[in-house]
């Protein structure tokens, strides 16, 4: 007789673990705040991106502010790391300057959802996201100010400085470089404006 063939058995379904899926999730969450805005953003819209169910998606992320929260946490985190990591590193205060305008517009063209929410967020002034807003840019306000203090301490920015009002005025200058850059301005252009606002800053060496 012949031999019987090997019933084929069906391919698992490839499931994601619970970290990997709210990882998904959270990715879909950015984009989603990216398109509807951070006041906006629902449960529905996380779902259609990620092919589950919105009780899927509730399971995971219970209220909307929960889900909001969770993405404004990696948002936060990944700009905190961007911005204090390079103000604060070794080296020329101008070319730590340089490197974190650089580097805006890198992440504007690499990961532009992730800018999208952080712009939004900062014109949510009154709501229940304001104060967390508020308490990172003065994270970043103080890491440009101990880089401009370091560069008065160094000799290589005018002693006269306001170094809290310079630290604001460049910080600033983040969110222009962003809208530029989502504006379609050439990189020149944006190179030109970036080079012009820390020149201003910097000063001359008395």
């Known amino acids: 007789m012949p031999p019987v063939a090997e019933a084929k058995r069906p391919l698992k379904r490839t499931r994601l673990s619970p970290v ?50 969770a993405v404004l946490e990696v948002v936060e985190q990944e700009l905190s790391e961007i911005v204090l990591g390079l103000l604060t590193a070794q080296g020329p205060v101008r070319d730590c300057m340089d490197n974190l305008a ?38 970043f306000l103080d890491a440009a100010n101990r880089l401009l203090i370091r560069g008065k301490r160094e000799g290589v920015i005018v002693s006269g400085l306001d170094t809290r009002a310079a630290a604001r005025l460049y910080i600033g200058g983040g969110h222009t470089v962003v809208l530029m850059q989502f504006a379609g301005v050439s990189k020149s252009d944006i190179d030109a404006y970036n080079a012009q606002l820390i020149d201003m800053i910097v000063g001359q060496k008395n």
């Open 20 to 69: 990997e899926r709210r990882a998904q999730l959270i990715d879909c969450a950015i984009a989603a705040c990216a398109e509807y805005g951070l006041a906006r953003v629902t449960h529905s819209h996380i779902a259609e991106r990620s092919g589950i169910s919105v009780p899927a998606v509730h399971s995971y992320f219970r209220t909307r502010d929960d889900l909001v929260a």
């Open 102 to 139: 650089d580097r805006f517009q890198r992440l504007a063209r690499e990961e532009p959802d992730k800018l999208k929410v952080w712009l939004d967020w900062s014109t949510g002034v009154g709501a229940d996201i304001w104060p967390r807003y508020v308490a990172l840019n003065d994270q």
